[in-house]
């Protein structure tokens, strides 16, 4: 056994570090550091930097134009983005869609679609989750109609997030409302821009403007934005959720909150508090062994399958336990909230500043154990698979 | 990196998982168990000849010279079968303070360690200490002469030598004594986990100096690296309690039927069996970070120990305490293995400090 990186490895590292100390652009830094909310434009700067240095294809084959990274390469990206405090990055054009597209996408589509992600030209959402179906995907009723050479689309989605920012949007939809609910599934490319779409915004309890309901009335989509063949979108859609689970134990962004919690803590005086966050530290440090666990089980040749569902649970949980921590150290200045947008939205009032972000993330990271599959639904899939029952 | 373990490791284990299931059975354990016997002495003998008693001394010694990932595969392969032969008292603490040692007559000692033919105990508690295993009463007068008392002596009524922390000139010291030495008196009792221990006091033994095993800095660099190295063994026996809590569980929920169905079908079992799956994975995947700190000799090797000790600990208890509940009344009751791995639990949390006592080490 040998627990270090080889010194490619380690040369990468590096690369990553000299990126971060030069080319994260400054003003998406700043706000971060300072807990603030990022605009559009400043996420498009963000992603288009790293187009720049030709990162964004992170997780893409080198065919593709990705980077061709290891498993390795990309745990370590995760790992030094997420300790540097960067956004996290938008998953649904690069790692959800793409892989779809390239995958059983036709030639044309790949022509069309690939290279505008890669360069973050156009901003993807994800029209998965309805009003009816949540954990029950596949129960999904947003209808597909064919007429001619176009689908008509009607129904509707939810929790879409940034779907107000998206240029595009991936669609599960249902072309066939008879025999097995997942056979009757499509999976559909739309423009934003059609007429008949409609989003509205869901405030959640942070006060944020995150997710939305998208609503479709007669959406007229060309037959050649299907991808793949009709009634095959259930494969498709889990194919897709495999991909999402890159990056899900977020072992870096967790260790620089616990680094931050620990500056905050040291000045309490508190020794219950201090307790917890030593369970929390060493919470962070078995997950982390836990990933590259399977990480070395990858790199020599293994699948870990259902293993990775630990990495959803337990990545999740300590996200939010980390946010609860945050709130405990905030002691009686957990009453005041100031509501989305942080204290510039409001007076400046007294008490810390973490204060402030704490709250805020504290309510945010509440979706963190609902979404990519809830954990009631991530233990069902170890129950299932690695348990046998 | 590669966190595979080697073809030699993977062939240690399966030569004590062999081991462990055709010759170690959990009824003929209990027969020894409820025998005037504190351990199977065929078994010992058996260990002797497999070269396990040898396996983590050096080759100066007359060892394989294994190092603390041997050590972790074979306590997590005997937690699994919750073996009772006094590997621990023997090897691990009064054989590899012994190894690490300059003593004269280590060589000698270990051979006997080795070959199964001697017990040998560490005794480091004192009631009035707990989890202070550096300040001892017990002490050695101007005149060599040894007084005090030790406490939770593992196996200590089969050993015929102890080594003794105490202090002597005002240092911490180890010295060597015979069980048999005049002055030396012991009871016994059975621990929670079906060992045995001694309570032991010593009235004006006499000490020569050729029994001084160390003294200083020197004594005390070998209780600690030996604590932590059997802090470790035992976390990793934990592991292995924890593996067989979730296994033995899923297994028995599969055949239970209740409601005209296996148990297994009911969610809310699912997922805590799913929790405890979780929390082994969590204490192996800590197991190894500390494994390799410890193979490594790294700065960090006591905090990384204390992480997995704490984890452990805590969650072992928790994992036995669901099989137990899960197997219903079955649970409880004396004759099934399931319940006694919550008694190996709490005996490895009282162990070389606690959870709380771990906790607070790795936060410093």
Known sequence: MDINFSKEDLQFRDELREWLANDYPKHVKDKMDKGEHLTRQ???????????????????????????????????????????GCPPLLAFGVSMVAPVIWTFGNEEQKKRFLPDILDFNTWWCQGYS????????????????????????????????????????????????????????????????????????????????????????????????LVGEEGKGWTYAKFLLAHERFGIAAVGASMRALNQLKEVVSELNNSDLDK????????????????????????????????????????????QGLTELFVEAAGEYALMYPGAGGYGSNDKPSGPEHAAVSLERFLNFRKTSIYGGSNEIQKNIISKFVLGV | MNLSYTEEQVMLREQIQKFCETEYDFYKREEVVKS??????????????????????????????????????LFEEFGKSLVIEPYLSNVVLA?????????????????????????????????????????????????????????????????????????????????????????????TFKT??????????????????????????????????????????????????MISCYQKTVQYTKEREQFDQPISNFQVLQHRMVDMFIDS??????????????????????????????????????????????HGGMGVSEEMMIGHYLKKMVAIDAMFGNADFHLKAFSK
Not at chain 1, 60 to 77: D, I, K, R
Not at chain 2, 142 to 156: F, I, M, Q, S, Y
Not at chain 2, 205 to 228: F, H, M, P, Q, R
């Open chain 1, 42 to 84: 400043d996420m498009v700067d963000y992603h288009k930097a790293l187009s720049a240095k030709g990162w964004m294809g992170y997780n893409w084959p080198v065919e593709y134009g990705g980077t061709g990274w290891s498993a390795t390469q990309l745990y370590l990206f995760n790992k030094e983005f997420g300790m540097a």
């Open chain 1, 130 to 225: 309805e009003p009816g179906s949540g954990s029950d995907l596949a129960s999904l009723k947003t209808k597909a109609v064919k007429e001619g050479d176009h689908y008509i689309v009607n129904g509707s989605k939810t929790w879409t997030t940034l779907a107000q920012n998206a240029d595009w949007i991936f669609l599960l939809v249902r072309t066939e409302s008879t025999g097995k609910k997942q056979e009757g599934i499509s999976f559909l490319l739309v423009d934003m821009k059609t007429p008949g779409i409609e989003v509205k915004p869901i405030i959640t309890i942070d006060g944020d403007h995150e997710v939305n309901s998208v609503f479709f009335t007669d959406v007229k989509v060309p037959v050649e934005n």
């Open chain 1, 276 to 319: 917890k966050v030593a369970e929390m530290e060493i919470a962070i440090s078995a997950l982390e062994m836990t990933e590259l666990r399977l990480l070395s089980d990858l790199e020599n040749g293994g699948h870990p399958g259902a293993e990775s569902s630990i990495l959803k649970i337990k990545g999740t949980e300590i996200q």
């Open chain 2, 36 to 73: 005037d016997k504190d351990f199977d002495e065929n078994a010992w003998s058996l260990f002797a000849e497999q070269g396990w008693l040898s396996m983590p001394f050096s080759e100066e010694s007359g060892g394989f010279g294994f190092g603390p990932i041997e050590l972790s595969i």
């Open chain 2, 95 to 187: 054989g590899s303070i012994l190894d690490k040692s300059n003593f004269e007559g280590k060589v000698q000692l270990i051979e006997g360690i080795c070959s199964g033919s001697s017990h040998l105990s560490l005794a480091y508690v004192e009631a009035a200490h707990s989890y202070e295993y550096l300040k001892p009463d017990t002490n050695v007068s101007e005149d060599n002469k040894l007084n005090g008392a030790k406490t939770l002596v593992l196996n200590g009524k089969n050993a015929s030598k102890l080594i003794v922390s105490c202090v002597k000139n005002d240092e911490f010291s180890l010295v060597l004594i015979d069980t048999a030495a005049e002055g030396v008196s012991f009871n």
């Open chain 2, 192 to 241: 929670i986990d079906e060992k045995t221990c001694a309570e032991f006091s010593f009235e004006n033994v006499s000490i020569e100096d050729k029994d001084i095993i160390a003294s200083g800095d020197e004594a005390k660099n070998l209780l600690i690296e030996t604590l932590n190295l059997a802090t470790l063994c035992v976390s990793a026996e934990a592991v292995g309690c």
């Open chain 2, 281 to 326: 994975e969590l204490a192996k995947s800590l197991l190894y970070k500390a494994m390799l700190e410890v193979d490594s000799d790294s700065e960090d090797k006591f905090k990384h120990v204390s992480a997995l000790k704490a984890h452990v600990g805590k969650f072992g208890k928790l994992s036995a305490q669901n099989a137990i509940q899960l």
